[in-house]
């Protein structure tokens, strides 16, 4: 079953476009992230699902229904938002229940869907409170809380977690994830953040410039990233790019078996090793912790390192690193993968 399907859909602002005519296809039960830097169309794309903005062109079904003509409140979709959106002189449980009481619902209905959200989402002991009375992840929990408690099938998200600090972000990712296997529903999920899509998504669609660049899991888009704009954005240190120049990393004698049409290689900084048949100047290295990121120099071209943060290797000194052939990633002209 797919819960939101696109045939050719654009968006034309007139002064931007939003979304380039676009074919898309997300399952139902599954967590979809609509992924991509700032200004590449994914908010626009999430309310073109939800019905806050008419599709210039094209054809949006939701669970095999055409809904493009059909307004926001009877596509049968929930949303939250970044700033949560609530009632800053309504409680808690007045919060959750408002859109259930607007549209009319039975009051012992609404009275057991409240009990049972406020349940899900740990919010019992807060359900009087007034959100200024919550901290910024209990105020996301009534956002969500919200959103469920209306049995929406679909539930739109656009960076619901960019308010929160990094450890309460990284709970709640844990916990919406959790919440969504569990009630089996179908998740369309706005960010900017890589590390987010990659650690929630059953499947990643990245954009780029109001385009579709790549649909697919994480594991995939990270082992086989379809263009260079995808490789460089997954994956938590950005992929070395490297110019090729006669079969050989340009600028050095390093030869590589690259495919004939290839332009560059591509090479993760945790795809390289310390030890193997090259030899390099290590330029200047960054501690994390955990990790030693060593910048080397092939030529004129930098090629960083992901060494473990127990090496000792300095500065100024000339380094031998290696890699699996197989670990290394072609591109054509036209940037994408061979
Ligand atoms: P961000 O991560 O910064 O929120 P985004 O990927 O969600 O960005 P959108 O908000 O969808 O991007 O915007 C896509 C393009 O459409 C941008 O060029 C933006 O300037 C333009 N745009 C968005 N909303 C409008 C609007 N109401 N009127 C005109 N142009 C708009």
Redesign the pocket.
Known sequence: MTAVTFEQVSKD?G??I?LHPSDLSLQAGQFSVLL?P???????TLRLIAGLEAASAGRISIFGQDVTNVPPSHRGVSMVFQNYALFPHLSVAENIVFGLKVRGVARSTIEERLKKSLDLLSLTPYQARKPGQLSGGQQQRVALARALVGDAKLCLMDEPLSNLDAQLRQEMRHELRVLQQELGLSVVY?T?DQTEAMSMADRVVLLKSGRIEQVATPYEIYQSPGSLFVAQFIGSSRMNILTLEAGRIAGTDIALDAPRQAVCVGIRPEDIRLGGPYSMSVSHTEFTGADLMLHAQAGSQTIVVRAEGAQVVRAQTEILLGWDASRLHWFDESGLRI
Do not use: E, I, N, Q
Not at 38 to 44: D, E, H, L, R, V
């Open positions: 602002w002064t931007a939003a991509g700032s200004g590449c169309g994914k908010t626009t706005v900017h």
